[in-house]
């Protein structure tokens, strides 16, 4: 079993950044790519991006050239780098390893204008 903890989300005002962590309880990295997502009150569940295990990363529309993916083997975290942020991004944000029933709790992120 893997647990996933979501940190970082908060309060900050629209065009301000914001870092989001996963952090995994043991390293899992080599196997699963790991994706992040969000959801809005109403709204589906959105991929936002992923970074694979050979670390090559993709994004949706959405978040291309705004956000970013990293990890850090080492701490068995990833990371969402998120600038330019937007009122529209406010959402709770989850990390999952892709193609396993693993999710982390969420955290909320709110974007003030």
């Known amino acids: 079993q893997v647990q996933l903890v979501e940190s970082g989300g908060g309060l900050v005002q629209a065009g301000g950044s914001q870092r989001l962590s996963c952090a995994a309880s043991r390293n899992i990295f080599s196997d699963y790519a790991m994706g992040w997502y969000r959801q809005s009150p109403g709204q589906q569940r959105e991929w936002l991006g992923l970074i694979t295990t050979t670390n090559t990363t993709a994004y949706s529309d959405s978040t291309k050239g705004r956000f970013t993916i990293s990890r850090d083997n080492a701490k068995n975290t990833v990371y969402l780098q998120m600038n330019s942020l937007k009122p529209e991004d406010t959402a709770v944000y989850y990390c999952?390893?892709?193609?396993?029933?693993?999710w982390g709790q969420g955290t909320q992120v709110t974007v003030s204008s």
């Open positions: 999952h390893a892709i193609k396993s029933n693993y």
